[in-house]
């Protein structure tokens, strides 16, 4: 449900194109609430229907002769509603949607832990366990909300730059020099480090190039990222560096890249980070 929230926030900030963090931090906030919300909704929804057709069979007879013995226009629908509230307020002393949360919190869930069981939460476990939860999934709303919003944006074509691509890499024992020239704006020194063989060392620089919709219109975007393994010997890239490049700038750049026998991947999983962190 957190990544439902987070996908529904990305997409809208980029409709939207919301450039603000904060505010889209604050819609997607909204969203994850809403979501979690709208779910529970949705539970008391199903909760309504189904004691309402155990009430209609158990209690047949007795529905039609109150019903027989209520104000004109009064529906068999509004009847069960009545009986349902009523054993809400017997069972948590509330009626409606406030009620039935009680009610579900004192009935409790178990957590599954292994086939051998799990670990039985009611009460006010249940409501800590409601309140994780609403965290989580607010939280990854407002992650992708802020996320989005910080991607760079075009303000002459008035839309958002491209995925990132993969330009190559540079070997570790380089990468302090790599940086210096690139502070030093000595792009073309620069671009003799980078390296457009397909293997990803470890540890190395990852290079990568955003570039704007209507290219040689606008700068473009260099992410640095530093290459390791983590705890599951997986791939991670960790970004160590954002800036931005004029187009004379990146001509100089590419211009000045050692051509090999391999040129930069196509490859969506090559172009784009694993895991940036």
């Known amino acids: 449900m957190g990544f439902l929230g987070g996908g529904a926030t990305h997409i809208a900030v980029k409709k939207g194109k919301v450039r603000n963090p904060a505010i889209a931090a604050l819609f997607g906030a909204l969203t994850g609430i809403s979501i979690y919300g709208a779910m529970h909704v949705f539970d008391y929804w199903t909760f309504q229907r189904s004691v309402a057709g155990e009430l209609r069979q158990a209690y047949s007879e007795d529905l039609q002769t109150a019903l027989a013995e209520s104000e004109e226009g009064v529906t068999e629908e509004?009847?069960?509603?009545?009986?349902?509230?009523?054993?809400?307020?017997?069972?948590?002393?509330?009626?409606?949607?406030?009620?039935y949360l009680q009610f579900?919190?004192?009935?409790?869930?178990?957590?599954?832990?292994?086939?051998?069981?799990?670990?039985p939460v009611s009460g006010i476990g249940m409501w800590i366990y409601r309140a994780l939860e609403l965290t989580v999934i607010a939280g990854v709303s407002t992650a992708a909300g802020f996320r989005a919003a910080k991607e760079p944006f075009c303000e002459s074509s008035d839309r958002w730059y491209g995925d990132p691509q993969r330009v190559g890499n540079v070997d570790d024992d380089r990468s302090q020099k790599f940086i210096g020239f690139l502070d030093s704006n000595n792009y073309v020194k620069a671009g003799e480090l980078i390296n457009t063989h397909l293997d990803i060392p470890i540890p190395s620089l990852e290079v990568y190039l955003q570039s704007p919709p209507q290219e040689g219109m606008a700068d473009s975007v260099v992410t640095l990222s530093k290459t390791s393994l983590n705890k599951d010997n997986k791939l991670e890239l960790k970004q160590v560096l954002m800036g931005m490049v004029s187009?004379?700038?990146?001509?100089?750049?590419?211009?000045?890249?050692?051509?090999?026998?391999?040129?930069?991947?196509?490859?969506?999983?090559?172009?784009?980070?694993?895991?940036?962190?």
Do not use: C, W, Y
Not at 104 to 119: H, K, W
């Open 78 to 99: 509004e009847l069960l509603q009545l009986a349902i509230d009523t054993i809400l307020i017997e069972e948590t002393g509330q009626a409606g949607f406030i009620g």
């Open 104 to 119: 579900t919190a004192q009935q409790g869930m178990e957590l599954s832990r292994s086939s051998s069981g799990g670990i």
């Open 247 to 277: 187009p004379r700038e990146l001509k100089q750049l590419q211009d000045s890249i050692p051509q090999g026998v391999e040129t930069p991947t196509n490859d969506p999983e090559a172009n784009n980070p694993v895991d940036e962190t």
